[in-house]
């Protein structure tokens, strides 16, 4: 499956366009802010309040496309991961099929369900992958059970009719206590005095 450079391009250019947006209304907060002073200077109170209106829908707007533009672009980039591992996905590329015509259309609450679109197909990547590190984990760490290691040495030293405490360096018990660790031994040294006995 390929997702076409071309729709990786859009999703980076809208979240551009929203950024510009967002100055555009920047610029348009300042004009009207301006013109509030002018009507205040002249006695007008109702002409003030109107371009106070304006200032703030601007401002709130600007924000908006900010936000969005922000949004896009952190998309985009989630985009650009899945396609250099080649993992993008069937519902994926069907996301895309509305997806120019969204962009260009400029509308903050088309703009955000398609965004949530394409943050739910993230998070079942995500959560795939999230199996995927899981399982692989599991298999490669190596946990082997401290006391089926001692089972082992204790057996090897057992076979090989030496004492165990002189072969380990001082202190080597692996994870079991002490006390089990030198009852073992003991065990072992009774084991080795009747097998010499019988020799």
Do not use: W, Y
């Not at 950024?19 to 002073?37: M, V």
């Not at 962009?103 to 955000?112: A, G, H, T, V």
Request: glycine share 4%; charged share 25%; proline share 1%.
């Amino acid at each position: 499956l390929t997702f076409q450079s071309e729709h990786l391009f859009n999703l980076k250019f809208a979240a551009k366009e929203l950024n510009r947006s967002a100055k555009k209304c920047e610029k348009e907060e300042k004009a009207e802010k301006a013109k509030i002073k002018k009507a205040i200077q002249k006695g007008n109170t109702e002409i003030a309040r109107i371009h106070a209106e304006n200032a703030i829908r601007q401002k709130n707007q600007g924000i908006n496309f900010l936000r969005m533009s922000a949004r896009v672009d952190a998309v985009a980039a989630r985009v650009q991961t899945a396609v250099t591992m080649g993992k993008v996905t069937k519902s994926m590329a069907g996301v895309v099929k509305s997806m120019d015509a969204t962009l260009k259309s400029m509308n903050l609450e088309k703009i955000s369900a398609l965004m949530d679109k394409f943050e739910q197909q993230f998070e079942t990547l995500d959560v795939q992958t999230q199996q995927m590190e899981d399982t692989m984990s599991n298999t490669t760490t190596l946990t082997t059970p401290q006391n089926q290691v001692d089972n082992l040495l204790l057996e090897m030293a057992d076979e090989a009719g030496l004492d165990l405490n002189m072969e380990l360096p001082q202190g080597q018990t692996g994870s079991v206590g002490t006390s089990v660790a030198s009852t073992e031994q003991d065990e072992l040294s009774q084991r080795l005095a009747r097998l010499r006995d019988q020799v």
